[in-house]
């Protein structure tokens, strides 16, 4: 099964930093990548799908790249709202497996 | 608006069985496929099981294989999870899923969830 790594598994970054997560596949997986926002207390929300596609209605702050094995998701300017946690997954064949997580605080 | 509403869930001792039941609404739930998330308490989110739109296809994570069952039925708009054979590492909030667009895709919608725990 192809696995899922994320890292870091945690950060801590200021208001209005620039925060980069990286999602890495065992084996490729072309751009069949979401990424997910949880926020403490909530249930997951879909942020970005074919890797870089914005869900509607996602602060144009997210952005996402890659293909293959190597993805990031980015977040241009930290907000206190974005403090969550931030799951990545592929999602073109069973098992659709999910990252480890990574976890984003504010310093 | 779309809605996913999971019930079900509850307290079960290790070996015993539950059904999960997901009602879904305001969206044409024969034309989704669909799945279960789980998240153990503390933990990260884990597939669990995936169903095509018309039943043909399922898929399920190694770690429930042959213990649980997943089903559908369209003209209830409901989506199901039987659950057998449970283990205390089974305890988590069971997600109902919603896959966005036809076939295979990221899970857009997100039921609130529905607790399960295996304790004797």
């Known amino acids: 099964d192809i696995q899922m790594t994320q890292s870091p598994s945690s950060l801590s970054a200021s208001v209005g930093d620039r925060v980069t997560i990286t999602c890495r596949a065992s084996?490729?997986?072309?751009?069949?990548l979401a990424w997910y926002q949880q926020k403490p207390g909530k249930v997951p929300e879909l942020l970005i799908y074919?890797?870089?596609t914005l869900q509607s209605g996602v602060s144009s702050r997210f952005s996402g790249s890659g293909s293959g094995t190597d993805f990031t998701l980015t977040i241009s300017s930290l907000q206190p709202e974005d403090v969550a946690t931030y799951y990545c997954?592929?999602?073109?064949?069973?098992?659709?497996?999910f990252g480890q997580g990574t976890k984003v605080e504010i310093k | 608006e779309v809605q996913l509403v999971e019930s079900g869930g509850g307290l079960v001792k290790p070996g015993g069985s539950l059904r999960l039941s997901c009602e879904a609404s305001?969206?044409?739930?024969?034309?989704?496929?669909m799945n279960w998330v789980r998240q153990a308490p503390g933990k990260g989110l884990e597939w669990v099981s995936s169903?095509?739109?018309?039943?043909?296809?399922?898929y399920y994570a190694d770690s429930v294989k042959g213990r649980f069952t997943i089903s559908r039925d369209n003209a209830k708009n409901s989506l199901y999870l039987e659950m057998n054979s449970l283990r205390a590492e089974d305890t988590a909030v069971y997600y109902c899923?919603?896959?966005?667009?036809?076939?295979?895709?990221?899970?857009?919608?997100w039921g609130q969830g529905t607790l399960v725990t295996v304790s004797s």
């Open positions: 899923t919603k896959v966005r667009g036809l076939g295979s895709g990221p899970f857009d919608y």
């Open positions: 084996q490729g997986i072309a751009n069949y």
């Open positions: 305001g969206f044409t739930f024969s034309s989704s496929s």
């Open positions: 169903i095509s739109s018309s039943s043909s296809y399922m």
């Open positions: 997954q592929r999602y073109n064949s069973a098992p659709r497996t």
């Open positions: 074919t890797a870089s």
